[in-house]
């Protein structure tokens, strides 16, 4: 089945801790995006990539960070830097991007911190 | 600024009602639009997408556009109480020299509640 698959879950990090959300894809889609959402909120773009090896920050990209190493992987880390990082954490990819390309989401992970 | 606004809701609704959800949106350059449905504690799914000003019919869903006006809407006839969800409008501002402007912007959703 082609789809977009993350992982964990749910994740817990502790103060002070460097964690990373895997996020991979099997559709061929070049474009690969990270969303953060937060109760009641519209979701809000941290980062986006368009090719391997390239990609843009977002609205929110400070205390997060990516690579692109392949054309199926995006993995986000969110550094000790990100002062509240509790939210829900949705990938998604697109063909590309241009203006008529739809976007389809992963199932998302659930970040907490103890 | 590029701002999608929508009606946070509960919009609550019969079932087998039409169910009627709106969304403006900020900038009058040429945009392509997409409603999502998202379950609690659930990540989005589409539901349609829609580029030219109309009416665009799947199912029980039809989007409709004026770009005129700057707003989309979403009707959904014969509402169930598997309808009951939040709703997302997300749109795709284009640059004035055309191209997309790289992401979508996201309203912050209508809750529909759909009672038996």
């Known amino acids: 089945d082609g789809g977009i698959t993350q992982s964990p879950k749910y994740l817990f990090r502790k103060e002070g801790q460097n964690v990373t959300l895997s996020c991979e894809q099997n559709?061929?889609?070049?474009?690969m995006y990270w969303y953060r959402q937060d109760p009641g909120q519209g979701l809000r773009l941290i980062y986006y990539?368009?090719?391997?090896?390239?990609?843009q920050k977002g609205d929110i990209a400070e205390g997060y960070s990516v690579s692109r190493e392949k054309k199926e992987s995006f993995p986000l880390t969110v550094t000790s830097a990100q002062k509240n990082p509790t939210a829900f954490y949705l990938c998604?990819?697109?063909?590309?991007?241009?203006?008529?390309?739809?976007?389809?989401f992963g199932p998302g992970t659930r970040l907490l911190v103890l | 600024q590029k701002e999608v606004e929508q009606n946070s809701g509960p919009l609550s609704v019969p079932e087998g009602a039409i169910a009627s959800l709106n969304c403006t949106y900020s900038?009058?350059?040429?945009?392509?639009f997409f409603w999502y449905r998202q379950y609690s504690g659930k990540s989005p799914e589409l539901i349609m997408s829609?580029?030219?000003?109309g009416d665009k019919e799947d199912g029980r869903f039809t989007a409709q556009l004026n770009k005129a006006s700057q707003y989309v809407s979403l009707l959904i006839r014969d509402s169930q109480p598997s309808d009951s969800a939040t709703y997302l409008c997300?749109?795709?501002?284009?640059?004035?020299?055309?191209?997309?402007?790289?992401?979508?912007?996201f309203g912050k959703g209508t809750k529909l509640s759909v009672k038996p």
């Open positions: 998604a990819s697109s063909k590309g991007v241009i203006y008529q390309e739809t976007q389809y």
């Open positions: 559709l061929n889609h070049d474009a």
């Open positions: 990539s368009q090719i391997v090896n390239d990609f």
């Open positions: 900038d009058r350059v040429s945009q392509s």
């Open positions: 829609i580029y030219s000003n």
């Open positions: 997300a749109v795709n501002f284009w640059g004035i020299y055309g191209g997309s402007q790289g992401n979508l912007i």
